[in-house]
């Protein structure tokens, strides 16, 4: 069973584990869990968790954005984050997704299938479209947002900008 959980403060080690498997940046993914002792991690889950819940913008580019882990058959394998609107910097570089799979579970369609969720969340938060900027080089990633709809819409020097609709699946 594949399922998307939004991030607790009251999550575990299983996620603290993943987040540690996972390399802290790859490919413009941040992944601000790694590198953390396992009290530093319960913090940093209660300050994400208010990400989610804010408003407005933060210290002038910090948008509320929602965690989602990625489980299959209760093992978090990969997780993504929802960016609830963006600003000029975001449509650049950033956009309002991004999504990271557990390096051992690359290559079986879970990027695939995150994404898809993911969209489905980015639908429940309001958003009709959802964009992803991709570096160049990042075949595999747009790979997985091809698969979903995604049209290249523009680029800049290192990165594609691709737009997905979030209603793609019930097409
Ligand atoms: C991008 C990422 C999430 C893909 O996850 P994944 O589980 O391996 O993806 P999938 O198994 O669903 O594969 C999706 C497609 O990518 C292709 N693919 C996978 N790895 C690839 C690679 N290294 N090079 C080229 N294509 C690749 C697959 O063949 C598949 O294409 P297909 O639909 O034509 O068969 C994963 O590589 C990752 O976590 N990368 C690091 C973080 C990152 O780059 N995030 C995206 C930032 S925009």
Do not use: C
Not at 54 to 83: A, C, E, H, L
Not at 86 to 102: E, P
Not at 142 to 147: D, F, G, P, Y
């Amino acid at each position: 069973m594949i399922e998307l959980r939004r991030l607790s403060p009251a999550d575990g080690i299983d996620v603290y584990d993943m987040l540690q498997e996972i390399p802290r940046e790859e490919n413009g993914f941040m992944n601000n869990g790694h590198g953390k002792s396992f009290e530093e991690y319960r913090v940093w889950l209660k300050t994400m968790d208010e990400e989610s819940h804010r408003q407005g913008i933060v210290d002038g580019w910090k948008v509320p954005s929602t965690t989602y882990w990625m489980y299959v058959d209760g093992i978090p394998v990969g997780y993504g984050k929802v960016r609830h609107f963006l600003t000029d910097s975001l449509r650049t570089a950033g956009g309002n997704i991004g999504y990271v799979i557990r390096p051992g579970w690359r290559g079986q369609g879970y990027g695939k299938e995150l994404l898809r969720l993911l969209l489905v969340k980015a639908r429940g938060i309001g958003m009709d479209k959802a964009l992803v900027t991709i570096r160049k080089d990042n075949a595999a990633s747009l790979a997985v947002a091809r698969a979903n709809g995604g049209v290249i819409t523009g680029e800049t020097d290192e990165r594609y900008l691709v737009w997905l609709d979030t209603r793609e699946d019930m097409k």
